[in-house]
């Protein structure tokens, strides 16, 4: 896509960043001691602290990642919300008040507090940096993607920005001032979402959404043997024909430009429908639709072919209530885009082409997880073990279970706790909105899923593309302070005493060990921020969910409801779930496809391993347990 940034988001993303800068300076006398770096002293507010889980929950995954996902893949998108949503039940219900009790800075502080075994110390502070940097490599993906069209920047330029930006925060401040960035940009994300699917409804549906629809090129052929030999419009002329996986594409001349079409069939007819392309040629340059990047031809797309409303097809809706807006959707057929890569010989083409597809298919799981039609035990297997890790990581999240050290007491963790559910909820629901709009706006970048929410602001007005943008953002920088400042926390309360058990670290020291990890953290995400471009963040985020639901949540369960349980048994079961979850996901069929391998050539078709490492962690943990029942306090 090309971006052209705007004065008044490059203004609105100056104040953001300065006012996070400020609050992080005006903290930074109070992060003295350990309590106060890690734990903001244990004085936060539950009403604050329950703003601030939203705010740290709802990261780039919650709001551009799910946006994204519903805008490409409907339904299936938002089983993601159901999922992470899901998981709060067991961190209210099971987790939040038990783990106040018995911990002071970390997760690992709960583990260890029946047992004093280094050995906890050590697994649990390297499976929280371990979450903590996959929880990471989203965040920065996505603050790559927003920076490109709010400050016209490269995307590797934002990941540096949004780096640098939380080193500083955290190296100063620490938690207290990463809650109150996370408290109002909590706020904030929850009000201008809650603007814009008023916003949403209030347009309605179109077949011609705004300005930024584009009205696609169909030509009809002559088509002998799945090759065109004639076209109806004698203006264009066929230069070349390639056949691939996705179907086949023809190249098309007109006064000397070049553009790639989908060739199609309806019945008894043909006909070539235009694509969106990015051709490398052979002589180093990039031609979006067959102009140079100047001619800005590369546009955003999304958009509905019929409106049905009570049995008859219109035009548009006008406003639309909530669920008449679900219920015309449905009934209706929408124009998604897929995408097909090949190369012709000389030049390198990436197209995007249309697939026009049923409102009742969009609504219904399917699009992206294979569970009914087209599935194979290997789809059902892989969406089961993505429910899962959705619903057990979030409880066995580092950056999440050490909000509930900064409240004064178990009670006010659960009524944070409480208050993060109804936040979190009612985002959710806004995101269904979000993503649908998108889908059918004509504002879809099909390079990036990631910028359907801010691209959709930007078609109701500069100024909410302007605020939504900044607030993502910020959404960015309050989530990546948390998962420093866990992945801090870990190393110089947990790796360092089990390192240097001989040594009496002082409350100082911790600091400086703290703020020196921090820094470090933060350069590793910067550089896979830099890598995983690209990607879709909330996919990502399921990868950190699924490490966390199998190194962590099984040893917190087990210690809290099971007698038996020993150090030696919680500690086999970190450190088998954590290495099996990573076994999984590193050859996984998307590792390979980012490895430059072909996808079907990886070890197994599994992109989400919850489903074979919870168990394996599980079982590690009871057969430790019972092999070392008479050194349960050894």
């Not at 203004?11 to 106060?36: D, H």
């Not at 939203?54 to 994204?68: N, R, V």
């Not at 990463?178 to 549906?205: P, R």
């Not at 067959?290 to 009570?310: C, M, T, W, Y």
Request: glycine share 8%; aromatic share 12%; with cysteine.
């Amino acid at each position: 896509m090309i971006y052209t940034p705007s004065i008044l988001a490059i203004l609105l993303f100056s104040v953001i960043v300065i006012t996070v800068l400020a609050i992080s300076v005006f903290f930074a006398r109070q992060s003295g001691s350990s309590k106060g770096y890690f734990a903001a002293g244990g004085t936060i507010p539950w009403s604050v602290n329950g703003i601030a889980f939203a705010g740290d929950y709802l990261s780039a995954a919650s709001f551009l990642g799910i946006c994204g996902m519903i805008a490409v893949a409907g339904y299936d998108g938002f089983l993601y919300s159901i999922g992470y949503l899901a998981g709060w039940i067991v961190a209210l219900f099971v987790v939040a008040e038990p783990l106040k009790r018995l911990g002071k800075y970390t997760f690992a502080d709960a583990l260890d507090s029946k047992y004093n075994y280094r050995g906890i110390r050590l697994m649990a502070g390297i499976s929280t940096l371990v979450v903590s940097i996959f929880y990471l490599i989203p965040q920065m993906v996505g603050a790559g993607a927003l920076v490109t069209p709010l400050l016209g920047f490269p995307h590797y330029v934002g990941v540096i920005m949004v780096g640098s930006i939380v080193i500083f925060i955290v190296a100063t401040a620490g938690m207290k001032s990463t809650t109150y960035v996370q408290f109002i940009k909590g706020a904030l994300l929850i009000v201008f979402s809650t603007i814009l699917v008023f916003a949403i409804l209030n347009k309605g549906l179109s077949l011609k959404p705004g300005e930024t629809y584009h009205d696609f090129i169909q030509i009809e052929a002559t088509v002998e043997d799945n090759s065109v030999t004639a076209i109806a419009d004698t203006s264009w002329t066929v230069t070349s024909q390639q056949q691939t996986k996705a179907g086949t594409f023809v190249q098309l001349e007109k006064s000397g430009v070049r553009r790639w079409f989908s060739l199609e069939t309806a019945g008894n007819n043909s006909y070539l429908n235009e694509a969106l392309s990015i051709t490398k040629t052979t002589d180093g340059s990039v031609l979006y639709n067959g102009e140079p990047k100047e001619k800005e031809a590369f546009f955003q797309v999304g958009h509905l072919s019929r409106i049905i409303v009570d049995g008859k097809e219109i035009d548009k809706t006008g406003p639309l209530g909530p669920f008449k807006f679900l219920s015309t959707l449905e009934e209706s057929e929408v124009v998604l885009f897929n995408s097909a890569s090949f190369s012709n010989g000389q030049d390198s083409v990436s197209l995007w082409y249309q697939s026009p597809i049923s409102g009742k298919k969009i609504m219904r799981p399917g699009l992206k997880f294979k569970v009914d039609k087209g599935s194979t035990i290997t789809s059902k297997m892989d969406f089961v073990s993505l429910m899962l890790a959705l619903f057990f990581g979030t409880s066995a999240l580092p950056h999440v279970l050490i909000r509930y050290y900064t409240v004064p007491s178990p009670r006010d963790a659960r009524k944070s706790t409480i208050l993060a559910i109804v936040a979190i909820g009612f985002f959710y629901i806004l995101t269904m909105y979000i993503g649908l709009g998108a889908m059918v706006n004509g504002v879809l970048d099909v390079q990036s899923s990631n910028m359907s929410a801010p691209l959709l602001a930007k078609a109701f007005g500069i100024f909410l593309f302007a605020i939504i943008s900044a607030i993502a953002f910020a959404t960015v920088l309050g989530t990546v302070s948390g998962l420093i400042v866990a992945a801090a926390g870990a190393v110089a309360h947990d790796l360092a005493a089990s390192l240097f058990p001989s040594k009496d670290i002082s409350d100082k020291a911790r600091v400086v060990i703290g703020k020196t990890s921090a820094i470090s953290v933060g350069v590793i995400a910067i550089f896979l921020g830099i890598i995983f471009k690209g990607m879709n963040v909330s996919f990502l985020v399921g990868w950190a969910f699924s490490i966390a639901a199998s190194a962590n949540f099984p040893a917190i369960i087990m210690m809290l409801f099971w007698k038996k349980t020993t150090a030696k048994g919680i500690v086999a079961s970190v450190g088998t779930g954590m290495l099996s979850a990573l076994l999984i996901i590193l050859l996984s069929p998307s590792m390979f496809e980012r490895y430059g391998l072909p996808a079907d050539s990886a070890f197994w078709a599994l992109d989400n391993p919850a489903i074979i490492s919870i168990p394996i962690s599980f079982a590690a943990l009871i057969i430790g347990s019972l092999l070392t029942q008479k050194q349960k306090t050894s």
